[in-house]
């Protein structure tokens, strides 16, 4: 996301050079006095938050680079849109911290103020659809709830009462069950192959060539990146996942070894390669792990030979799976002659 860090510095200073304001005092008649004080109500009003939902609000120009035709930036912003927003135009500096989103997301996730969007293409037609429909792609995205805004738009008489109604629990349950049923739909627009080859890789490659391995971790959805039965399970294994850790499809942990071992699903991206590698290894170590493992699984043959074609980025002593040619697995390696592979 370098890119994107350096073009919307570049337009923030493009601004200030012209003497023209970054951004204006409020969106829709909302600023972030207004934001704070409707926040403020469940200790939620921290800068990072404010900031978030002020940035979720911008009507400008949508930053993805093909988004529907009549798309705004409040339509649906990615982590880094969100990132980028708050940390250069807001604050003149840096990004956020991608990472730290379940500071400055979550928080709002839980409340129902943010509700989770994904970009789909679907027959030529580009929207946004309600839910993280598709695992770890470039669009999953966030927006403000329609029901929230209304709130910080209210009259000031007004929002408190409206607030606290909204917080009932009758209204959560009502919100929550018209998430679920619209990502439903969501998700009968796309395939499931991530979660597909990431079922496969458990149930298929686990057994059969990482036998005494058990899973300790999965990352497979836009809730909590670490669940409370992931830390329960990850403790049990004297493992610790920081923000800065890599987060792996798959965390995999032999209790009579003390190895664990990674396994990358990959649809779209996301292979083990050099630096994953790295990331993982430091953790171990961190950990006081005996070592780790590393495998990189795909669906198909043609779709392993479409990334690797163009990438060629699988890191040396891994390993690969295919879904498609379940009985092998191939080892990563360097080149060796037969003279030199050939016994004594």
Known sequence: MALLHDQILEKRNALIEAGRPVLP??????????????????????PDLVDAVFALLDDGPSWFKQPPATASFNSGAATAHIACHVGILQRGGSKLDREGR???IKPLREIGAVEPVTLLATNGDRRFVVGHVVSKSGNTSYRLARSFVDILRAPPGDR?????TWLSADHVRQRRELEATLTEQ???LVGTGHSQLINASITNYLPRFLPGFQVIYVDDGDGDRVTNEDRENLSSAGVQLTLADAMPDVLCWNPTTDWLWVIEAVTSDGEV??????????MAQRCGKAGVGFTTTYLTWLA????QGNHRNLAIGSFMWILADPSRQF???????VAEESPE
Do not use: C, M, P
């Not at 390669?273 to 430091?282: A, C, G, M």
């Not at 392993?304 to 990334?307: E, F, P």
């Open 102 to 104: 379940d500071t400055w």
């Open 273 to 282: 390669d050099f630096h994953k590698v790295n990331q993982v290894r430091e």
């Open 331 to 337: 080892y990563v390696g360097t080149f060796t002659t």
């Open 25 to 46: 005092d409020s969106f829709g008649g909302v600023d972030k006095t207004t934001i704070r004080s409707v926040l403020s109500q469940v200790n939620l009003s921290q």
């Open 304 to 307: 392993a030979a479409r990334r």
């Open 160 to 164: 408190t009462s409206l607030f606290q």
């Open 186 to 188: 969501s998700r009968q």
